[in-house]
């Protein structure tokens, strides 16, 4: 069984930083790519960031120069550096994997983990 246990979030002030990190169990994980994923009161899912196997990442607009995904496959985690929060950076946060492709489509990811929250004041 695949298994993705997210941790790390917490109550910040605007402009202060997080690290969420995520645990992953299972048969493989230095093949999948691994997405954050966020979703905000009365706001659909939204894509944060994903690295793929090769160490490639992508972020989403509204993070990028702000945020950092990064993995360590010995340890089967992926991890999220958030700096410079912001108030509209309040959400759930969900880790993801991907066994096959790359996309910041969450339907795309087959495992998720059940979510971290952040909350950021101002």
């Known amino acids: 069984q695949v298994q993705l246990v997210e941790s790390g979030g917490g109550l910040v002030q605007a402009g202060d930083s997080l690290r969420l990190s995520c645990a992953a169990s299972?048969?493989?994980?230095?093949?999948?790519?691994m997405g954050w994923f966020r979703q905000a009161p009365g706001k659909e899912r939204e894509f944060v960031a994903y690295?793929?196997?090769?160490?490639?990442?992508y972020y989403a607009d509204s993070v990028k120069g702000r945020f950092t995904i990064s993995r360590d496959n010995a340890k089967n985690t992926v991890s999220l550096q958030m700096n410079d929060l912001k108030p509209e950076d309040t959400a759930v946060y969900y880790c993801?994997?991907?066994?096959?492709?790359?996309?910041?489509?969450?339907?795309?990811?087959?495992?998720w983990g059940r979510g971290t929250q952040v909350t950021v004041s101002s």
């Open positions: 690295i793929s196997w090769s160490g490639y990442t």
């Open positions: 993801a994997a991907d066994p096959t492709r790359s996309n910041t489509d969450y339907r795309t990811y087959n495992y």
């Open positions: 299972g048969r493989t994980f230095s093949t999948y790519t």
